[in-house]
């Protein structure tokens, strides 16, 4: 049932973010349906910006603006694992650690290295997500998604959902569908050793990542050597890492430009881990926007590269990302 001014900070891992005029959580494709078809009878005569949709999951790498969505808002709540002969099919809204807990409960093996990664599968299907050499791309056979204006389902390969470095068809032709559940084709393996793989990097996790604020990951994609000049690269290749090609990580650079715990507001880069932005408490959209474009113009002066943000906004009624 659709529900009106819902809070998104409620629903965010920074805990910032304004009013969705409209929200939906779904927990089955029934849901999903039967709120699409009455979100399209309650939205007949909205103006334009008032009619997106947009899909939400774990809300670990989004940024609300402070004057929430105007349309829509479908949080996916669709979940249940089920497995075959090494073959599991997931609901999309399901989190990956509960997907991780399974794995672990069936001895199944081949999702080790998204030990601690927050979100849902579908979240990290439509980023293809990636740590410690791993990435969704790796096992996934299959993903079935809803078109949200046509309501029709579609499934497809591992293929067709051109999975490159954090990208997908969902960013790109397909950016109407609603991802549901996914299929993956992991191993068997011993239940003590995918245990402790995950929880090795769970534990990296805890160690780097200043955990303890309300935060959405990485704010900036790492750079590519090749961005650099040879003479930068001198005292830069000291920092070169595989992600999974050669970059400098942008942490490093943020570091290097001085901005360590610099802050707007209630909004600080992490003393901890400098590609993080931290919300110290009552942060805002706008005081993070503000503290984005102060290191991209830090960085920039510093070493002439354009960071590029990895976070996607969400603003009003225009979306981007
Ligand atoms: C502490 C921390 C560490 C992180 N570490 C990593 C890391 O190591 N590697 C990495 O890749 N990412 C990392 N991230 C980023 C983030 O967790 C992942 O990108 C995650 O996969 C996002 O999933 P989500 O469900 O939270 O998506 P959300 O933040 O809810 O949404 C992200 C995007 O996915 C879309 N989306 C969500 N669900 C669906 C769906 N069912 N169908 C279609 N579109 C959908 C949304 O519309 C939005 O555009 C980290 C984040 C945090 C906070």
Redo the contacts with the bound molecule.
């Keep these: 049932m659709l529900k009106q001014n819902v809070s998104l900070k409620d629903y965010s ?1 920074y805990k910032i973010g304004g009013n969705a005029a409209y929200f939906l959580e779904v927990f089955s494709r029934k849901d999903l349906i039967d709120g699409l078809k009455e979100w399209y009878e309650v939205s007949l005569d909205f103006p334009k910006n008032k009619t997106q949709i ?9 940024l609300f603006s402070d004057d929430g969505f105007y349309g829509l808002v479908i949080k ?1 709540s669709i979940k249940g694992i089920e497995v075959k002969n090494n073959i599991v099919i997931v609901g ?2 399901e989190s ?1 650690s509960s997907f991780l807990d399974f794995c672990i409960k069936h001895s199944l093996s081949g999702f080790e290295w998204a030990g ?5 599968v ?10 410690f050499n791993g ?1 969704i791309k790796d096992t996934l056979v299959e993903v079935e ?1 809803l078109n949200l204006k046509t309501l029709k389902t579609i499934k497809r390969s591992n293929k067709n959902c051109e999975l490159l470095y ?1 990208n997908s068809v ?2 790109n032709n397909a950016k109407d ?4 559940s996914a299929v993956f084709n992991l191993s068997s393996g011993n239940r003590k050793d995918i245990e402790n793989k995950i929880r090795e990097r769970v534990e990296h ?1 805890n160690l780097k ?1 200043p ?1 303890e604020y309300p ?4 704010i900036f994609k790492n750079v590519p050597i090749e961005k650099f000049l040879d003479i930068q690269m001198k005292s830069l290749s000291q920092y070169i890492k595989n992600d999974p090609f050669s970059v400098i990580p942008a942490a490093k650079l943020i570091f290097l430009a001085g901005l360590k715990g610099e802050r707007v507001g209630d909004v600080m880069v992490s003393p901890k881990h400098t590609n ?1 932005i931290v919300n110290m408490g009552n942060g805002k959209a706008s005081e993070v926007k503000r503290l984005i474009g102060f290191i991209k113009e830090r960085v920039k002066e510093e070493f002439n590269v354009e960071l590029e943000e ?1 976070i ?1 906004y969400v603003n009003g009624g225009d979306l981007n ?1």
Aim: proline letters at 2%; charged letters at 15%.
């Design positions: 891992n947009f899909v939400l999951g774990g809300g670990t790498n989004v996916n999309a809204g990956i601690g990664l927050p979100g849902t579908g979240g990290a299907i439509r980023g293809n997500a990636g740590a990435e998604s954090r969902f960013k569908e609603i991802i549901i996790r990542h955990l935060n959405i990951g990485s993080f990895e996607m990302g």
